[in-house]
């Protein structure tokens, strides 16, 4: 992410997104990798403002940008097996 999001903010961000999907802390290496995509993807996405499709009114905090590469790191989760499939 820009400026706006610091690393604190993105760890919380990704523990709070497993959490809600697996029931669980992300180790280790998903934390840094999860931080890794949505700083790559805010960036892959900074060149196409206009064809971002969010929630209106936006929610505050995030750039239109972060928010987006937000929604597609859910989407992610949301693929998990343990996500899919119960044990």
Known sequence: YASAV???DLDGLVG???RMTTGR???????????AFLRSQA????G???ALTLPIPP??????VQAAALVDFCHVLLNLNEFVFVD
């Open 6 to 8: 610091d690393r604190g």
């Open 16 to 18: 709070r997104a497993y």
């Open 25 to 35: 802390e992300p180790a280790a290496d998903e934390r840094g990798r999860a931080v």
């Open 43 to 46: 960036e892959q996405l900074s």
């Open 48 to 50: 196409c403002d206009d």
């Open 59 to 64: 929610p505050e905090g995030p750039t239109p």
